[in-house]
């Protein structure tokens, strides 16, 4: 039952695919400058109030700035939708921006509270194999004339089958699947 509820919550943090590419590459200082500090400043100001100030535990304060420094991609997407941004390049770059502001705080949660062994070893490992043959051999199902916009939607279901690979590994170990669902979305972005 985990390792389903895994994909449910995966797919959730999946949301945002619709970033384009081709502007992330354009303006790849801007975005990835905006969303790594985006994340800094109110994690820094967070913790040095949190610990000093309010008296927590080292642990609890880095927990908290994390937490605190977030940025929900959904309720981002679905501001942007709601204003018709995404027709403009404003509401892309912010979507990279969010892109960025979560990977920071993956990589923050796996850098700050994961303790490494064999199975993030492992994981890491499936990960990187998994998107490399993805990666690169990805076109043939999708620009397949047999295999492409049939009822059965091969193209989905194909998908879900990486994640849930890379979800079937991260839950063997600790929980460091995040950062593996940002290299399912960079791909799935290339691949759309």
């Known amino acids: 039952m985990l390792y389903i509820a895994s994909f449910g919550g995966l797919l959730t943090f999946s949301s ?19 969303g ?3 994340f ?15 008296g927590w535990n080292f642990l609890a304060s880095l927990l908290c700035a994390t937490a605190l420094s977030e940025t929900l991609i ?9 204003k018709n941004l995404f027709k403009y390049e404003i509401g892309k770059i912010l979507m990279g921006v969010t892109f960025i502001t979560n990977l920071c ?13 064999l199975y993030t070893l492992l994981l ?6 998994t ?15 047999i295999l492409k916009n049939k009822l059965d939607e091969i193209e989905i279901k194909y998908i879900f089958l990486l994640l849930l690979i890379l979800i079937f590994f991260a839950s063997s170990g600790p929980r460091a699947s995040n950062i593996t669902c940002f290299y399912s979305r960079i ?3 290339r691949i759309f």
């Open 36 to 38: 790594i500090l985006s």
């Open 74 to 82: 959904a309720i981002v997407y679905s501001t942007i939708v709601q």
């Open 40 to 54: 800094l400043v109110p994690f820094i100001i967070i913790f040095l109030v949190v610990y000093f100030i309010v």
């Open 131 to 145: 998107l490399f043959f993805a990666y690169n051999y990805s076109h043939i199902i999708f620009n397949s004339n």
């Open 187 to 189: 791909l799935i972005i």
């Open 16 to 34: 945002g695919i619709e970033l384009d590419s081709n502007l992330m590459k354009e303006k790849v200082k801007e975005i990835t400058l905006i």
């Open 105 to 117: 705080t993956a990589i923050a949660l796996s850098v700050f509270f994961i303790k490494p062994n």
């Open 124 to 129: 890491y490992l499936i990960s990187i194999i």
